[in-house]
């Protein structure tokens, strides 16, 4: 970031310039973690796509390289689309990704098909030269397939009979599917008779990703992994709704079936990994650490003008190491990786802060727009929170009704960032405790309403809500700001939220940070915590 450029981030993956969407063939090989990404390399809005290339040590740090691959073949001369890496063996680290292309043999004219690609050199630890086999196509659509909606292949397992096992995302009628294929040297696929999953009346299932999960415990397991004390996760990318969404389940993999854990969360294909922005992500086994790695695409708020403009378009979220939820078993926690903490600086630590009715308190001895804050608010006195009945279907409209700066009973209450000192710009992340049907829910919000002096901006707000059981007796929120994008992470990693904000007051070090209670009702915090961040090196 700088003056002319205050959008820029310090600690969030971006390209010099131009546009970047989706992440692909997230692995970690040799001691570096890699990095691909949708990007067009000659403006800042989409098209020309290509997979740009970035390595590191600690995903904090990245070093762009040259492009890993482009637009040069008959099968992908319109773009280079989304697919994933598998490392096969030892010293074989490959990639699938989507072909993009015009071809006369087409029903459609327009095809999708995928192709492989595999490293010139793989003993080069940075893997920066990568080669488009022969045998390309490896596969086109299916006949009972539209050949647009065929796209997007998965990282590759081992089945229980030893063949690779690889999805694909696709369409059929009005049904979301994720097309199941086999193939014994990685090269020859064929279809499996039927999909993994699908599920009807869902648009467009882009970017599936398919991995194993410890029941218990938060590291991660290599993809092939399956059998006792594993479970699944299956997540799709909705090209009508721009969520990503998952189900927690098992993979039996003798019979090639995906059973959801709960039938009725399956129905609307699942929860949310975010309730904000955040599209087409990936996961990987970080064999270094044990753990899995979540990364999603973070687009803009702001128009594509303004994007011409700045010269650029997008951000990759910070990476999420993820975990089985072990109260429920049937979702997830998400919590930003360790590696986040060496960028600390200078903090500030709070106790035991009564907020009054209506306060609002400058947090002072941090100020700025690269920021993490811990904060942890004592329960309330439960018997005053009104009666609302709020689910998965109208959370975010009651989050956009309610706004931070409402006057309700146990709440609104939270942070406000990337705040003006005449408070005119704010990013209110909040808490709104309510007595729901089945008990207390408690509204996580992100109002984005007043981000912004600016116009033509989607100020759109996010929400979702966490149950709050009977031995729960406080709310957390961490927050991680950094200069336009703020990514809130409730009751350590049950409900995420990221949002993208263009102040123009609330600037360079012209950021402030508040605590806030809009309820009638006091509540106290217990701890806040909250520390400048340092810049993370991207060249
Ligand atoms: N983006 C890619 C596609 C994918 C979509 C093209 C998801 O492969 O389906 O840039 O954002």
């Given at each position: 970031a700088s003056q002319s450029q205050?959008?820029?981030?310090?600690?969030h993956f971006q390209p010099t310039k131009n546009w970047m969407n989706d992440p692909n063939g997230l692995m970690f090989y040799k001691g570096y973690y890699h990095l691909f990404y949708q990007w067009?390399?000659?403006?800042?809005?989409?098209?020309?796509i290509t997979w740009g290339h970035a390595v590191s040590t600690d995903m904090l740090n990245w070093r762009i390289l040259q492009l890993a691959l482009v637009p040069d073949q008959w099968y992908d001369l319109y773009g280079c689309w989304s697919g994933s890496a598998t490392?096969?063996?030892?010293?074989k680290p490959v990639l699938l990704y989507t072909g993009w292309s015009n071809v006369s043999f087409s029903r459609d004219n327009q095809v999708q098909m995928q192709a492989m690609a595999v490293p010139e050199n793989s003993s080069d630890p940075l893997l920066e030269k990568w080669r488009k086999i022969e045998?390309?196509?490896?596969l086109v659509a299916p006949t009972d397939i539209n050949s647009t909606k065929f796209r997007d292949p998965t990282e590759a397992w081992i089945a229980s009979d030893g063949k690779w096992r690889m999805l694909i995302g696709a369409k059929r009628k009005n049904r979301g599917l994720a097309l199941l294929y086999k193939s014994s040297d990685f090269v020859h696929w064929e279809q499996a008779k039927h999909p993994l999953h699908s599920v009807p009346r869902t648009g467009m299932w882009e970017c599936p990703d398919l991995y194993p999960i410890l029941v218990a415990g938060k590291n991660g397991i290599e993809t092939s992994a399956n059998g006792h004390g594993v479970m699944h996760v299956l997540k799709v990318s909705l090209d009508d709704t721009k969520h990503d969404y998952y189900t927690v389940g098992t993979y039996v993999s003798d019979t090639d079936s995906f059973l959801p854990a709960n039938a009725a969360l399956d129905a609307g294909i699942g929860l949310q990994y975010d309730y904000g922005k955040f599209y087409a992500s990936k996961t990987f086994y970080d064999s270094g650490k044990g753990r899995r790695i979540l990364i999603g695409w973070v687009n803009e708020s702001s128009s594509s003008e303004n994007d011409i403009g700045k010269g650029w378009s997008s951000l990759q979220g910070f990476p999420r190491q993820v975990w089985l939820d072990g109260d429920t078993k049937n979702s997830l926690l998400q919590w930003p990786?360790?590696?986040?903490?060496?960028?600390?600086?200078k903090s500030v630590s709070l106790s035991n802060v009564p907020l009054k009715a209506g306060s609002l308190v400058e947090v002072r001895g941090v100020e700025g727009t690269q920021l993490d804050v811990e904060v942890e608010f004592d329960l309330p006195r439960m018997d005053l929170a009104e009666a609302l009945n709020v689910d998965a279907s109208n959370v975010q409209v009651t989050c956009s009704n309610l706004g931070a700066s409402r006057h309700g009973a146990l709440g609104p209450f939270g942070l406000l960032v990337l705040a003006s000192d005449d408070h005119v710009e704010q990013t209110a992340l909040f808490f709104y405790i309510v007595a729901s049907e089945h008990g207390w829910k408690a509204l996580v919000c992100s109002d984005?309403?007043?981000?912004?002096?600016?116009?033509?901006?989607?100020k759109t707000s996010y929400g979702s809500y966490v149950s709050i059981s009977q031995r729960e007796t406080s709310l957390r929120l961490r927050v991680l700001v950094d200069h336009s994008i703020v990514e809130s992470f409730a009751q350590g990693g049950k409900v995420c939220i990221t949002s993208r904000v263009y102040p123009t007051k609330a600037i360079n070090n012209k950021a402030h940070l508040y605590l806030f209670n809009n309820g009638t009702a006091s509540v106290q915090v217990r701890n806040l915590l909250a520390w400048e961040m340092a810049s993370a090196k991207i060249d």
């Open positions: 205050p959008y820029r981030t310090g600690f067009n390399p000659y403006a800042a809005v989409w098209g020309n490392i096969i063996g030892p010293d045998e390309n196509p490896i990786i360790e590696e986040i903490e060496s960028l600390r600086r984005q309403s007043r981000s912004s002096l600016a116009r033509d901006l989607d």
